[in-house]
């Protein structure tokens, strides 16, 4: 059974935006909301790196790269966590995949073109 789903990857310009959003399984929803939301990102040939992490307490941090250009948040009424990134790069492009707990999304890919 599918407990985190992602969305909202696509193909967009350099300088475009693009808003990711994790959906937790209603099952996990207690978990989900009790604990961190991160968002990871690999790039092909890259190692998976932490862009962003929101917690319980709405705290965020942000990968240097990303800082001023990203933005995460949570809905935990609507059991998802977002991610809204703006003045995409083509450095930005990898498959995007949200962790919660010990459960990991399948990814959603994001590609930027130049």
């Known amino acids: 059974q599918v407990q985190l789903l992602e969305s909202g990857g696509g193909l967009v310009q350099a300088g475009g935006s693009l808003r990711l959003s994790c959906v937790a399984a209603?099952?996990?929803?207690?978990?989900?909301?009790?604990?961190?939301v991160a968002w990871y990102r690999q790039a092909p040939g890259a190692q998976r790196e932490l862009v962003a992490r929101?917690?319980?307490?709405?705290?965020?941090n942000y990968a240097d790269s990303v800082k001023g250009r990203f933005t995460i948040s949570r809905d935990n009424a609507k059991n998802t966590v977002y991610l809204q990134m703006n003045s995409l790069k083509p450095e930005d492009t990898a498959v995007y995949s949200c962790?919660?707990?010990?459960?990991w999304g399948q990814g959603t890919q994001v590609t930027v073109s130049s």
């Open positions: 962790n919660n707990f010990v459960w």
């Open positions: 209603e099952t996990i929803r207690s978990i989900f909301s009790a604990n961190s």
């Open positions: 929101i917690n319980n307490v709405d705290e965020t």
